[in-house]
C-alpha cells in the first residue's frame, strides 16, 4: 500500500486491504478562498434580507442566504459536530455489515441511501406550513426556517440517526426506554402514537382543503389509485423486480391524469361527479386509509410510494429551476402587521403571536420531530460508513429546509390581498370575490387595491379563471396558495395556457405525498399500536404481537383509521375552519417529538461524558421547549377566545346556555339564516370576552372539538414534560458520575471499504481499486453494491448531491 | 472534444441517472440480496426475482416504514 502523507489508513486485518483512509490532507488556499468568498456572499445576502425593502427584494437573496448558509454549516458546524460527539470510527463495523441479512441490513450505496433517506423524510409538510407562515411577514419566516435547520433540524436528524446506528437501528422509542427507564419509555411511546394520529388527521385536512369543490384536483387525485393498482399487478405478475420501468410508466400515466382533468371539470354532467364536499372527501380518505392500511403492500402501498418518490425529487427540481429562472420579486412585507403586533384584528390564518406560534407553524424544513422515527427507522440499518451520517442526517435535512425556502419564496411573491383572500376562513371572507375583496381591504395591508374593492374582485376572479378553478376564495391549508404560486413561478414554461396544468399538478403532488404519509402512517401506527398492546402484561395481549394474527392487524388499524378519522371529521366541520383550529395541534405535537428526540440525544451525550459538548443538541431542545410549552400553554390556558381551546369551549358553552334558556337571555340574540335554522349570538363573559354566533349544530360542534383539542395538547405536553424530566434527572446523575454507561453496542472491526463522504478522494478511489483486485484474487465476486457498480459509478457525475 | 467522446460522456451520465433513480427506488435490491446469499449462505437456494419481491412486500408489510410529512 502506497504510505500517503496526506492520508491514514485504516486496517483492521493483515489480510485485506484497508477499510478506510482518514484524509488528512491540509485545507487547501484555494478552499479557504471559497469558503470566504461563499461567506460574503452569504452575508451580502442576509443584510438585503433584513435590511432591503419594497421593490427591491427579489427571491435570488432567499436562494443564495438559504445555500450559503447550509454550505457553511456543513462544512464547519457538521464538522464540529462529527469531531466533539459523533466521533465517527470508520474501522468499526456499522449494522449494515454486522447484520447483514440482504434485507433490512444492508450496506448501501451513501449516494443511493442520500436519495432514499430525503424521499422518507420529505413531503407536504415543508410545503405548507411557510405559506401559512407569510401570514407574519418573511424575515421570521426565512430566518427560522434556515438557522432552525442548521442549529437544531439538522442537528436532531444527524444525532438520532448516530444514536439509532450505534445500537443495532433501534427506534426512537426503544431509544428513550433504553437510555432514560420504562417510565420515559412509556410516555414516548403514548406521545409517538399521539402524535402520528394528530399528523394524519392534519395532513388530510390540508390536502381536502384542496380538494374540495375541484373535479380536476379530485379526479386526478382518484386517478392515482387505478395507476397504483395496475403498477402493483404490473410489478407482480408481469415484470417482477421492475420498478424503474413501472415507476416511469406511472408517472406518464398520472401526468395524463392531471391533463384529462380539465375534460372532467370542462364537462357538465362528469363535473358534478367529481365535485364533492369537505364531508364527503373526508369520508373517502377515510375509507382509502382504511383499505390501504389493510390491503396487501405490493398492490397499492408500495406503487404509490415509487410514484411518490419520483414526483417528489423531480417536482421539488422543477420548483428549484423555476424559483431560480424567475427570480420572483417579493410581495410581502419583512414583517407584517401581525408579525409586529400593531394589527388592530386577530391574524387571520392562524392564530396567536409571531413567538410561538410562527415556530409551530413552520415545523417541517426547519426542525420536524417526524424525522427522528425515518432517522431511527431505516436509514441507520443501511449506513456503509459511520462518517457517511453528516452527509445522510445532516445533509438530507438541508435539502428538506431549501424545499421550505422556495415554499416561502413562492408564497410571498403572490399578490398579498390574493394570498389573504385565498387563506382566510371563509367566515371572515364570505367565500365569494366580492366579500373577499371587501374584507381584504378593509383589513389594513395598504397598497392599490385598498381604494379598489372591485377591481380586487375582478382580479381574484381573473385568478381563478387564470388557473381553471371556478373560485379561490378561502381555500386554506396552504397547498392551494403554494400550486397557485407555483402555476405563476413555472408560468414561463407554457405562458398563461399552461397555468392551469400547473396549477392541478402541483395539487396533484401535493396530494399524492399527503395519501402516502397517511397509509404509510396508519400502518406505521397499527404496528407501533399492536407492539405496545402485545407488551400490557395481561393475558392473552401477547398475541397482537404475531404479525400473523390477522384479526389483531385489522383491529388495530381500524383503532388508528378511527383516531385520525375522527380527528379529521372534527375538522372539516368545525365552524371556525379545520386548519385555523388544527394546525397548531399539528405543528406543537410535530415539534414536542423533536423535544423528546432532543431530549434523548443530550442525556446520551451527557452519559457519555461530553458535557462540554452537550450544548449542541440543547441549543435546539431549549429553544424547542420554550417554543412548544408557550404555545401549550396559551392554548390551554389563554383567556383568549381566538387563541385558547378551553377559553373557546367555555365561550360556547355559556352561549349553549344561553340559547337553551331562549330569547330573554342576557346577551343573546337569535336570527334566522338562510336555511331557516336558529343563529344564536351571544356577547358575554366566559373566561374573558366572548362573541359568539352559530346554529346550535355548530355551538355543539365546537364544544366538542374544543374539549378534545384541550385534552390532546394536554396529553402531549404532560408525554413530552415527563420525558424531559426524566431525562433531567439521568443527566444530573450522569454529571455527579462523571459519565454513565449507555447502551451502544461494542466496537466491532470492519471487513469492509467504502468511502468516507459523499465524494470519493483520490486515496479512497485507489484503495476501492485495491480491494476490487483482492476480491478477484480471492474468488470473490464484487462484496459491495457500491463495487459491483464501480464501473458505472465512475460515470456518476460529481453535480450529484449538495455542495461537500 | 470529439463527438464520440461527446457522444460517449452523454451516455455514461444517462446510465448514471438510470442507475440512480433505479437504486433509489429498489431495483438493484434483488441483486445485492443474491451476492450477500451466495457469498454468506451458499448452501442456501438462490430465490427467483419474483420470489424475493414477494418476500419482500410481505416484511414491508409485517414491518412497516414510516413516510414523513
Redesign the interface.
Known amino acids: 500500500m502506497s504510505a500517503s502523507s496526506q492520508a491514514d489508513y485504516l486496517t483492521t486485518s493483515k489480510n485485506h486491504p484497508a477499510v478506510a483512509v482518514v484524509n488528512r490532507r491540509p485545507v487547501s488556499r484555494k478552499a479557504k478562498i471559497g469558503f470566504g468568498a461563499i461567506g460574503l456572499i452569504t452575508a451580502t445576502a442576509w443584510a438585503l434580507i433584513a435590511f432591503a425593502r419594497g421593490e427591491h427584494v427579489n427571491g435570488a437573496y432567499f436562494v443564495i442566504a438559504a445555500v450559503g448558509t447550509y454550505t457553511i454549516a456543513f462544512r464547519f458546524y457538521a464538522k464540529l459536530i462529527e469531531a466533539k460527539i459523533v466521533r465517527p470510527k470508520n474501522d468499526r463495523a456499522t449494522p449494515a455489515e454486522l447484520y447483514e441479512n440482504g434485507r433490512d441490513f444492508q450496506p448501501t450505496d451513501r449516494r443511493v441511501l442520500f436519495g432514499h433517506h430525503f424521499a422518507a423524510i420529505a413531503g407536504a409538510g415543508p410545503l405548507v406550513g411557510p405559506v401559512l407562515a407569510t401570514q407574519m411577514g418573511y424575515l421570521p419566516s426565512v430566518i427560522w426556517i434556515i438557522i432552525g435547520c442548521v442549529l437544531a433540524g439538522s442537528v436532531q436528524d444527524y444525532m438520532v440517526l448516530w444514536l439509532s446506528n450505534r445500537r443495532k437501528g433501534r427506534s426512537l422509542g426503544q431509544m428513550i426506554r433504553d437510555e432514560m427507564g420504562t417510565v420515559g419509555g412509556l410516555f414516548g411511546i403514548i406521545g409517538i402514537l399521539v402524535i402520528m394520529i394528530i399528523l394524519i388527521a392534519v395532513l388530510g385536512i390540508v390536502i381536502i382543503g384542496a380538494l374540495a369543490s375541484s373535479p380536476w384536483g379530485v379526479f386526478s387525485i382518484a386517478c392515482t389509485i387505478p395507476i397504483a393498482l395496475f403498477m402493483g399487478l404490473y410489478l407482480r405478475f408481469i415484470r417482477p423486480g421492475k420498478v424503474g420501468e413501472t415507476s416511469v410508466i406511472g408517472v406518464v400515466l398520472l401526468l395524463f391524469a392531471v391533463v384529462a382533468g380539465r375534460w372532467i371539470a370542462e364537462s357538465p354532467t362528469l363535473s358534478d361527479v367529481f365535485t364533492l364536499t369537505p364531508v364527503q372527501l373526508a369520508w373517502a380518505l377515510i375509507l382509502y386509509g382504511a383499505a390501504a392500511a389493510i390491503l396487501p403492500v405490493w398492490l397499492l402501498l408500495a406503487p404509490r410510494d415509487y410514484l411518490s418518490t419520483f414526483m417528489k425529487v423531480g417536482t421539488i427540481a422543477v420548483l428549484a429551476v423555476g424559483v431560480v429562472i424567475a427570480l420572483p420579486q417579493v410581495n410581502a412585507p419583512a414583517l407584517s402587521m401581525w408579525g409586529n403586533g400593531t394589527a388592530t384584528i386577530p391574524a387571520p390564518v392562524f392564530a396567536g403571536k409571531l413567538f410561538p406560534f410562527l415556530f409551530i407553524t413552520i415545523a417541517c424544513g426547519a426542525l420536524s420531530g417526524f424525522h427522528s422515527l425515518i432517522s431511527s427507522g431505516t436509514t441507520p440499518k443501511l449506513v456503509e460508513k459511520e462518517t457517511q451520517m453528516r452527509v445522510i442526517g445532516y445533509g438530507g435535512m438541508m435539502i428538506e429546509s431549501f424545499v421550505a425556502v422556495m415554499a416561502l419564496v413562492t408564497a410571498i411573491s403572490l399578490d398579498q390581498h390574493l394570498y389573504f383572500a385565498m387563506n382566510a376562513p371563509a367566515a371572515l371572507t364570505g367565500g365569494a370575490a366580492d366579500t373577499a375583496a371587501q374584507w381584504v381591504t378593509s383589513i389594513g395591508l395598504g397598497g392599490t387595491w385598498d381604494a379598489d374593492p372591485t377591481g380586487l374582485a375582478a382580479y381574484l376572479d381573473a385568478a381563478a379563471k387564470s388557473v381553471d378553478e371556478t373560485s379561490i376564495i378561502s381555500r386554506t391549508g396552504g397547498a392551494p396558495t403554494l400550486a397557485f404560486g407555483m402555476a405563476e413561478i413555472l408560468s414561463f414554461m407554457g405562458g398563461d395556457a399552461m397555468k392551469g396544468f400547473w396549477y392541478h399538478f402541483a395539487v396533484m403532488f401535493e396530494a399524492l405525498f399527503i395519501l402516502t404519509t397517511i397509509d404509510a402512517g396508519t400502518r406505521v401506527c397499527r404496528f407501533m399500536l399492536s407492539d405496545a398492546l402485545g407488551n400490557l402484561p395481561i393475558r392473552g395481549m401477547r398475541r397482537f404481537k404475531d404479525p400473523s394474527w390477522n384479526i389483531g392487524a385489522w383491529l388495530c388499524t381500524l383503532l388508528c383509521v378511527a383516531g385520525w378519522g375522527s380527528i379529521l371529521l372534527m375538522g372539516v366541520t368545525d365552524p371556525l375552519g379545520g386548519i385555523y383550529t388544527l394546525y397548531p395541534l399539528f405543528g406543537i405535537s410535530n415539534q414536542l417529538l423533536a423535544a423528546m428526540a432532543l431530549t434523548l440525544v443530550t442525556t446520551v451525550v451527557i452519559k457519555k461524558g461530553y458535557l462540554k459538548w452537550a450544548w449542541i443538541p440543547a441549543i435546539g431542545l431549549l429553544w424547542d421547549l420554550v417554543v412548544t410549552m408557550t404555545a401549550s400553554v396559551y392554548k390551554i390556558f389563554s383567556g383568549q377566545q381566538s387563541i385558547g381551546y378551553w377559553a373557546q369551549h367555555v365561550c360556547y358553552v355559556k352561549t349553549k346556555a344561553a340559547a337553551l334558556q331562549g330569547a330573554g337571555a342576557e346577551g343573546l340574540t337569535v336570527t334566522q339564516n338562510a336555511a331557516g335554522a336558529d343563529v344564536f349570538a351571544w356577547q358575554g363573559e366566559g373566561m374573558g370576552a366572548c362573541s359568539v354566533s352559530g346554529t346550535m349544530d355548530n355551538l355543539n360542534a365546537v364544544i366538542r372539538n374544543t374539549a378534545i383539542q384541550e385534552i390532546m395538547s394536554v396529553v402531549f405536553a404532560v408525554c413530552v414534560l415527563v420525558v424531559f424530566v426524566v431525562g433531567v434527572v439521568v443527566s444530573v446523575k450522569a454529571i455527579r458520575a462523571g459519565g454513565l454507561p449507555v447502551t451502544e453496542e461494542p466496537d466491532q472491526p470492519s471487513h469492509y471499504f467504502a468511502p468516507a463522504g459523499l465524494f470519493s478522494t483520490k486515496e479512497e478511489k485507489a484503495l476501492a481499486a485495491e480491494w476490487a483486485a483482492y476480491k478477484a484474487a480471492h474468488g470473490e465476486g464484487p462484496e459491495t453494491f457500491e463495487e459491483s457498480l464501480l464501473e458505472l459509478a465512475e460515470g456518476i457525475p460529481d453535480e450529484m448531491g449538495p455542495l461537500e | 472534444m470529439s463527438l464520440s467522446a461527446i457522444v460517449g460522456r452523454a451516455s ?2 444517462w ?2 441517472v ?16 443474491v ?6 449462505h451458499p448452501d442456501q437456494p438462490v430465490p427467483t ?2 420470489e ?3 418476500e ?14
Open positions: 455514461r451520465a446510465r448514471a438510470v442507475w440512480y433513480a433505479q437504486s433509489v427506488l429498489g431495483e438493484h435490491d434483488y441483486d445485492a440480496y451476492a450477500h446469499l451466495r457469498r454468506h426475482v419474483r424475493y419481491w414477494r419482500r412486500y410481505a416484511r414491508e408489510s409485517r414491518e412497516p416504514a414510516a413516510r414523513c410529512c
